[in-house]
């Protein structure tokens, strides 16, 4: 049995990370309105990996016997006014998201529940790569986005990216 701190957050986490999907989706939109299919690719691929994260911790929960609750989504933020501001609050986000999976180890780890803490290491080393690859996207853009040629080869780069499923045994 979990730790019910654990374990509400655990529950909390499944919607945060269904709210990433959303969010991503959002941008993947807001880029796609732009025509910038590289960009949106990119984000589309963000939120398939964000549905995945939430089904892993679903599944985590179910696998320790416990009740899986589902809550509301909240919509995200849809209008943004320009593309530096999506990748900013891009980076924002998996900061946030780090936290929160620090949060939750935090609990686990005070209640001495190390099968939870062990599960979290992924996501622990996934948040690092999320920040990573968030920070270079912003990066990328501050050195290139000014220039149409350049922003052009940038969002052919982002085209290229594909989806790789998770392999975290449960």
Not at 45 to 68: C, G, P, T
Not at 69 to 74: F, H, Q, R, V
Request: net charge negative; charged share 30%.
């Amino acid at each position: 049995m979990l730790n019910e701190k654990v374990k509400d957050l655990l529950n909390q986490q499944i919607n945060k990370e269904f709210y990433s999907a959303y969010l991503y989706l959002a941008f993947s939109n807001y880029f796609a309105d732009r025509n910038l299919d590289g960009f949106a690719n990119w984000y589309q691929v963000q939120a398939q990996e964000e549905r995945d994260h939430a089904m892993l911790f679903l599944q985590y929960v179910k696998n320790n016997s416990e009740k899986v609750t589902l809550e509301a989504i909240e919509c995200p933020e849809q209008d943004f006014d320009k593309d530096m501001t999506v990748l900013e609050k891009g980076l924002q986000h998996e900061r946030y998201v780090t936290g929160l999976i620090n949060a939750i180890y935090d609990a686990a780890y005070s209640v001495k529940d190390f099968r939870t803490m062990q599960f979290l290491d992924w996501f622990v080393k996934e948040q690092g790569e999320e920040e990573k690859n968030a920070e270079d996207l912003l990066k990328k853009m501050e050195l290139f986005g000014s220039d149409p040629k350049s922003l052009y080869l940038l969002d052919q780069e982002l085209a290229a990216r594909t989806y790789a499923a998770p392999s975290l045994v449960l």
